[in-house]
């Protein structure tokens, strides 16, 4: 027996991976890891996004070469900023290259906030009023109705890791109480802390939550063939049963 032993979870990570690690670890069963690179992405600017995009497909060539059973590329920001259909893009060039089931970040988000009945939804995130804009726009050309958006305007990628706990459950609350009639809350970004408050915000609100690192696990695990109920980080995770 090895680490990993059921399967890899291959993530193009667009910075430092830090907080990412720790919040996979909650959230995967036993069995299952995640291999990464990172694209060292260290200011949320466009200039920076345009360089890491041109290294998201070679960076998945590398994790199948390491035994990545399902590849996701991430941020947000970059795809987004792209525009409409540009993550469907990078899907099918790296299932061509590599053979592996695909996803970005925002894809699988999209994905399990469907899966979970949720079109009517608010943004609680990290980003600055700009960034947030332009994902608002990626999601509402995905067939989404974003009805409320709060972020908090940070623009260092390491200020992300410094964000304390609670946040995000607040930003969460603020964003769902913005708007009526929300379904659920998607909370971007893989570099803060959110996957142990994701519970206590559905419950609190009865809107579905989907964050960045749990719906990422929900694609790899489908992926990867493993059907093992997660509890204690929302709906969605549980939904794998």
């Known amino acids: 027996m090895y680490y990993g032993w059921r399967g890899k979870i291959g993530h193009v990570c667009p910075a430092i991976y830090d907080t990412g690690a720790y919040e996979f670890e909650q959230v995967l069963p036993q069995g299952v890891i995640t291999v990464t690179v990172t694209l060292n992405v260290q200011q949320l600017v466009v200039s920076e996004f345009e360089r890491a995009a041109g290294l ?4 998945a060539k590398k994790l199948a070469e390491e035994d990545a059973g399902a590849i996701i590329a991430g941020g947000d ?13 990078i899907i099918a060039e790296i299932r061509e290259l590599t053979g592996r089931p695909a996803s970005t970040t925002v ?8 899966a979970l009945g949720a079109t009517r939804i608010a943004i609680a995130s990290p980003y ?18 974003v009805a409320a958006i709060k972020g908090l305007a940070i623009v260092k990628n390491v200020e992300l890791t410094r964000v304390p706990f609670d946040v995000s459950y607040r930003l969460a609350l603020e964003a769902f109480r913005s708007a009526t009639g929300i379904q659920g809350i998607y909370l971007p970004c893989a570099r803060w802390a959110v996957v142990r408050n994701l519970k206590a915000i559905e419950q609190d609100t009865g809107a579905v939550a989907v964050s960045s690192i749990q719906s990422m696990a929900w ?7 493993i059907r093992e109920k997660i509890t204690g980080y929302g709906k969605l995770l549980e939904s794998l049963a």
Do not use: C, W
């Open 56 to 59: 998201l497909v070679d960076g």
């Open 77 to 89: 920001p970059i795809i987004a900023l792209k525009g409409v259909g540009s993550d469907q893009r």
């Open 107 to 114: 894809t699988a988000a999209m994905d399990g906030l469907r």
């Open 128 to 145: 600055t009023e700009e960034r947030n804009l332009i994902l608002k726009k990626f999601l509402e050309g995905n067939g989404f109705e």
């Open 219 to 225: 694609f790899g695990l489908k992926s990867l063939g």
